[in-house]
C-alpha cells in the first residue's frame, strides 16, 4: 500500500514528536495496570499489546499488572458461590480464593501473555506468589456506628495488602529481555494466597522499582474537576486540595491515592489514563497533549 505525501507527513510528524520522549524513557521502568474496558473489548487488548511490544522494543522496561474482577464475578455465578461486597471489596473465603487463583493466576494472565506474544513480544506471566514476589499480610478494617460501644473488626477473608515486593524476580526478567506480566496474588507468612487490589499491586511494584512512572488504565477520560474536564499537570498538593475540597470522591478515590503514594514515595510521576482509547499508553507516553491525567511532585512535568 503506497501513502500519500500527507500521510507520510504525518507519519513524519508523529515520529518527531515522540523521538524525546524514547530518548528521555529509554532504560526506564514503566508499571502499568491493566484492567477495564481495555481487557474485554478486542481492538483495545490488541492496541494495548502492540503498546506494551513498542515499549520494550524503544528500549523501555514494561511490566503489566493486571486486574481480572469482572471474569471472577462470572466464574462465581457460573459455579453458584455467592459474592459478597464490603466497603467495595469482595469478602473472599477459601472457595472464592481458589477462583480468584484460577481466574487471575491462570486465565487471565495466560491470556494477556498470549496476546502480547501474538503481537510480536516476549512475556512471562507469574503471579505474586512465585519466587515469593509479592509478600502479602491479611487485610481487615474497622466498622464503627454511634450505636457501637467499640469499633466492629471485619475479617474479609483471603484479602491482603503488600507487606513486602521481591524485586529479584522483576530484574531477573527484565534483564532477559521479558516482559512480565503480573497477578496480583499475594503469600503470607503461612504460606496462604491473598487475593490483592490490582492498583495497589502496582503502586507497590513502582514504588520499590523507584519506576519513572505509573500507569492506570481506567474506564473514564481521566480525574475531572466539578464540571466534568479533564485535570492534567497536577502536582500532588494540588490533588490534595481536591481531595479535600470533596472534588475527588467515591471510586476514583482509591486509585487517585495510590497514584500518590507512587509519586511521594519516589516514582516520578503516575497517570491516570482512558483505557477505552485505542493506543491510551503510547499517546500518555510519546505525546504532548496525553490521554488522561498526569501527577508528579513538580508541575507540568511529562
Same mark, same amino acid.
Given at each position: 500500500?503506497? #501513502?500519500?505525501?500527507?500521510?507520510?507527513?504525518?507519519? !513524519?510528524?508523529? #515520529?518527531?514528536?515522540?523521538?524525546? $520522549?524514547?530518548?528521555?524513557?529509554?532504560?526506564?521502568?514503566?508499571?502499568? =495496570?491493566? *484492567? *477495564?474496558?481495555?481487557?474485554?473489548?478486542?481492538?483495545?487488548?490488541?492496541?494495548?499489546?502492540?503498546?506494551?511490544? #513498542?515499549?520494550? +522494543?524503544?528500549?523501555?522496561?514494561?511490566?503489566?499488572?493486571?486486574?481480572?474482577?469482572?471474569?471472577?464475578?462470572?466464574?462465581?455465578?457460573?459455579?453458584?458461590?455467592?459474592?459478597?461486597?464490603?466497603?467495595?471489596?469482595?469478602?473472599?473465603?477459601?472457595?472464592?480464593?481458589?477462583?480468584?487463583?484460577?481466574?487471575?493466576?491462570?486465565?487471565?494472565? &495466560?491470556?494477556?501473555?498470549?496476546?502480547?506474544?501474538?503481537?510480536?513480544?516476549?512475556?512471562?506471566?507469574?503471579?505474586? =506468589?512465585?519466587?515469593?514476589?509479592?509478600?502479602?499480610?491479611? +487485610?481487615?478494617?474497622?466498622?464503627?456506628?454511634?450505636?457501637?460501644?467499640?469499633?466492629?473488626?471485619?475479617?474479609?477473608?483471603?484479602?491482603?495488602?503488600?507487606?513486602?515486593?521481591?524485586?529479584?524476580?522483576?530484574?531477573? #526478567?527484565?534483564?532477559?529481555?521479558?516482559?512480565?506480566?503480573?497477578?496480583?496474588?499475594?503469600?503470607?507468612?503461612?504460606?496462604?494466597? $491473598?487475593?490483592?487490589?490490582?492498583? +495497589?499491586?502496582? *503502586?507497590?511494584?513502582?514504588?520499590?522499582?523507584?519506576?519513572?512512572?505509573?500507569?492506570? +488504565?481506567?474506564?473514564?477520560?481521566?480525574?475531572?474537576?466539578?464540571? *466534568?474536564k479533564v485535570l492534567t499537570g497536577l502536582t500532588t498538593a494540588q490533588v490534595d486540595e481536591l481531595i479535600a475540597d470533596g472534588t475527588i $470522591?467515591?471510586?476514583?478515590?482509591?486509585?487517585?491515592? @495510590? !497514584?500518590?503514594?507512587?509519586?511521594? @514515595?519516589?516514582?516520578?510521576?503516575?497517570?491516570?489514563?482512558?483505557?477505552?482509547?485505542?493506543?491510551?499508553?503510547?499517546?500518555?507516553?510519546?505525546?504532548? !497533549?496525553?490521554?488522561?491525567?498526569?501527577?508528579?511532585?513538580? &508541575?507540568?512535568?511529562?
Amino acid at each position: 500500500m503506497s #501513502l500519500t505525501r500527507d500521510s507520510a507527513m504525518n507519519i !513524519a510528524n508523529v #515520529l518527531t514528536e515522540a523521538l524525546p $520522549y524514547i530518548q528521555r524513557f529509554t532504560g526506564k521502568t514503566i508499571v502499568i =495496570k491493566f *484492567g *477495564g474496558n481495555a481487557m474485554i473489548d478486542e481492538a483495545l487488548q490488541n492496541s494495548f499489546a502492540r503498546d506494551i511490544v #513498542l515499549m520494550k +522494543l524503544v528500549g523501555m522496561n514494561p511490566i503489566v499488572v493486571h486486574g481480572g474482577g469482572p471474569q471472577i464475578g462470572e466464574l462465581l455465578q457460573k459455579l453458584d458461590i455467592k459474592s459478597e461486597f464490603i466497603n467495595g471489596m469482595r469478602v473472599t473465603d477459601s472457595a472464592t480464593m481458589d477462583v480468584v487463583e484460577m481466574v487471575l493466576g491462570g486465565t487471565v494472565n &495466560k491470556q494477556i501473555v498470549s496476546l502480547i506474544n501474538r503481537n510480536g513480544g516476549q512475556a512471562i506471566g507469574i503471579t505474586g =506468589k512465585d519466587g515469593q514476589l509479592i509478600r502479602a499480610r491479611k +487485610l481487615s478494617f474497622t466498622r464503627k456506628s454511634p450505636e457501637m460501644l467499640e469499633p466492629e473488626i471485619i475479617d474479609i477473608g483471603h484479602v491482603g495488602e503488600v507487606s513486602s515486593v521481591n524485586t529479584s524476580v522483576i530484574d531477573m #526478567l527484565i534483564n532477559s529481555d521479558f516482559i512480565p506480566v503480573i497477578a496480583p496474588i499475594g503469600v503470607g507468612e503461612d504460606g496462604a494466597s $491473598y487475593n490483592i487490589n490490582a492498583d +495497589l499491586v502496582a *503502586g507497590k511494584i513502582a514504588e520499590v522499582l523507584r519506576a519513572e512512572k505509573l500507569m492506570l +488504565l481506567t474506564n473514564v477520560a481521566g480525574l475531572q474537576d466539578k464540571q *466534568g474536564k479533564v485535570l492534567t499537570g497536577l502536582t500532588t498538593a494540588q490533588v490534595d486540595e481536591l481531595i479535600a475540597d470533596g472534588t475527588i $470522591y467515591g471510586g476514583m478515590l482509591p486509585k487517585i491515592d @495510590c !497514584a500518590l503514594d507512587a509519586v511521594k @514515595c519516589g516514582v516520578n510521576s503516575a497517570h491516570i489514563i482512558d483505557g477505552r482509547v485505542e493506543h491510551a499508553v503510547l499517546l500518555e507516553i510519546f505525546t504532548d !497533549a496525553g490521554v488522561g491525567t498526569l501527577i508528579t511532585n513538580s &508541575k507540568n512535568k511529562k
